[in-house]
């Protein structure tokens, strides 16, 4: 299973643009990268899934290189509300059950 | 259910006590997955149901957890002689077919497990 990077903390202001970047040097050909948030008292909530390129949903967008070795999700112009973790998963789509999360991201939004 | 919905949302048990979580997953759901999560700390899989089959229960820290799910609907998380370490918040996830996480899986809100 492929151990994935982020950065323990980052701060934000609300209104920025905020990209976290995700390490996964030893991604597999059959990986995919799936970003999740978690609120506090609450469970994870899936934000955008990616295999290559760029995606882009109503709440995100990730790129991916060519390389596929990193990913960076970002957020257009958050929000106090937007002060959560953020974490980078990879893996199998056939093997998802296993899914490993790390230690996430914490984001802090400030006024 | 509009989500899935995991009872009690807190329970305090005294060490050595036997427990019982409940995940009611979202209906249709093949996928069921129990997480472990420590303060501070990312979710830890537990174990894995596609229907009501097991497939996957290497993650359970110890002999006295245990997890079923009869009919390929609820979901109970059960811990025998519960210690201090037990403590966490266990999670519940549900997704649609057997593409685990690596899918839009949602998740319940936990249950916060005291043991004292």
């Known amino acids: 299973l492929a151990k994935t990077t982020q950065p323990i903390s980052m701060d934000s202001y609300e209104g920025q643009e905020v990209n976290i970047t995700c390490s996964h040097n030893?991604?597999?050909?059959?990986?995919?990268i799936t970003w999740y948030q978690q609120f506090p008292s609450q469970g994870p909530r899936f934000i955008i899934q990616?295999?290559?390129t760029k995606v882009t949903n109503e709440v995100a967008s990730l790129f991916i290189p060519a390389d596929r070795k990193s990913s960076t999700l970002s957020l257009p112009r958050v929000s106090l509300s937007d002060t959560a973790v953020y974490y980078c998963l990879v893996g199998d789509l056939l093997g998802g059950f296993k899914t490993i999360f790390g230690a996430g991201t914490r984001l802090f939004v400030k006024a | 259910g509009a989500g899935v919905s995991q009872s009690p949302r807190y329970k305090v048990a005294k060490r050595g006590q036997d427990v019982a979580l409940r995940c009611d997953p979202i209906?249709?759901?093949?996928?069921l997955f129990w997480y472990q999560q420590a303060l501070g700390q990312g979710p830890e899989f537990l174990t894995y149901?596609?229907?009501?089959?097991?497939?996957?229960k290497s993650g359970l820290p110890s002999d006295r957890f245990f997890a079923e799910r009869p009919e390929g609907s609820v979901s109970t998380l059960k811990i025998q002689r519960t210690q201090q370490e037990d403590s966490a918040v266990y999670l519940c996830a549900s997704s649609l077919d057997d593409r685990g996480l690596n899918t839009e899986a949602f998740f319940g809100q936990g249950t916060r497990l005291t043991v004292v």
């Open positions: 990616g295999y290559k």
């Open positions: 030893n991604i597999a050909t059959n990986d995919y």
């Open positions: 149901f596609q229907n009501e089959a097991q497939l996957d």
């Open positions: 209906s249709g759901h093949v996928s």
